[in-house]
């Protein structure tokens, strides 16, 4: 029993190793199938990746190709889109500077027009009163020519009378009868004479001819007496009247004609010079425009200008004053009416990514200026300030220089006023041409030759001798309209400048704003 019993614990134990092996073949084929199947799965897995992976980056290069289009196209978009801006900004400005340039034409041609017709109304004013004048002369003249022939006739006849008297008194009557009419020849002079049997008569005056004519021709007396002699008396005032009265009379004739003829010439010429001076007022004065805030020049101690010298800058400056006043300003360019005074520099209303321009009416005309705020933005932004403030209006260009510059931007006039402050230099680089430094029609502001003395003050280059100045002044705009105006205002400058021939001043300055790039 105990054998069986062991025999087949031996069996079953051995049936139960049979199995564990069977169990263990079975656990190592379904972990071999497991790794097959995990190999298959990773590497399938891996080739997903890969084609993912792909797919991925070719998703990736389309999506950066897309934006880059995009992007290209809205780049496109922004750069037509300033082009666009810039080409309206331009229209805009160039219609304003055409709207300018027809309204001073218009001015012009009104003014123009007015001077003729002032022009004219005053010579034909001048030329009725030359025209009285010349017949008030006139019968001047023909009343004095009368009362001097009536004089002669009367001191004629008297003489006549006297002489015919003692004639008829002494004389007998030759063989021919007397003439219908008397008259007696005077002589030359007194003392020894010649008788007309050409023997001396001692000294006395005789009579040549008396109720009678001699015919040089034949030499014969055709009647009246020859060769006698006149009493003391009748010789006496015979002789003084033929060289004293008759000469006496001429000359006072010839020289009350010679008088009005000078008097009537130095009328005319009033009377033109008069037209003349009228008639540049008016076009000085219609030119001269309406009022907007003014500009500066470069700073030096100076005097005031009075108002220029001779007649035509006396005019002129007269009629500067004329349009000042019509703008609110005082009648003398004097007078101070800016006491604006700031304690700092003002703060930043400007930007440098933006264009602006001003448009200064002065009491000669309209100019435009560019202003460059990128250049020079802190010197623009001061200029604007002022300008807006109305730190300008009435301000005269107190310096001008002919060929060189006009200067303004002193409320005083004096070439040391200004704001109350000083702004920061921003000078021009060195330019490469010495000789346009500062081309012409440059705005630049003025100092009072050492570093950062800026203020209000500032200058236009209006010749070559102020394209040559060293790069010590901050160049902040130009003259782009109205240089003509500039011209205008230099050529009544003086040689010293300070005062100038002519004070023009500032009415008003515009300043005008556009968006830029």
Known sequence: MAEEGALRLSAEAQAEDDRQRKFDAAC???????RTDAATLVAKAEAESREILAQAQREARRVTAEADRAIGEWLRELEDERHDVLDRAQVTSSELVAQAEAERERLMTEARQEAVDARDRLMEEARAEAARLRERASLDIEVETQRALDAAREEGARIRREASTSVRSEIPVVDAPPP????????????????????????????????????HTTGSVRAGFVGKELSPEVAASTMYWSQHGYPRYAALIK????????????????AVLLTAGIATAVVLHTTGSKPTPAATVTRSTVTRSTGGTGSSAGA?????????????????PKAIVNTQRYAA?????????????????????????ALNAKSAPVTVNNFV??????????VTFYRVVPGFAIQTGDPTGTGTGGPGYTIPDENPPRAPDPSQQYPLGSVAM??????HTGGSQFFIVAGPLGEVLPNTYALFGRVISGMEVVHRINAQGSATGVPPDVTQRILSITINQSNGF
Do not use: W
């Open 28 to 34: 190592e084929a379904i972990l071999a199938r497991a």
């Open 345 to 369: 520099l003002p703060a930043m209303i400007t930007q440098a990514s933006h264009l602006y321009s001003a448009t200064v009416v002065t009491t000669t005309g309209t100019f435009v200026m």
């Open 316 to 332: 002129a400056q007269r009629a500067a004053n004329a349009v000042a006043v019509g703008a609110g300003c005082p009648a003398s």
């Open 385 to 394: 300030f002022l300008a807006q403030q109305g730190f300008f209006h009435c």
């Open 446 to 451: 003025g100092n009072t030759g050492a570093p």
């Open 255 to 270: 020289s009350k004609k010679k008088r009005t003829l000078i008097r009537n010439t130095v009328i005319v010429a009033a």
């Open 180 to 215: 219908a009419t008397a008259s007696v020849a005077i002589p030359a002079a007194t003392g020894a004479g010649t008788a007309r049997n050409g023997e001396p008569e001692d000294g006395r005056s005789t009579v040549g001819q008396v109720s009678g004519a001699q015919n």
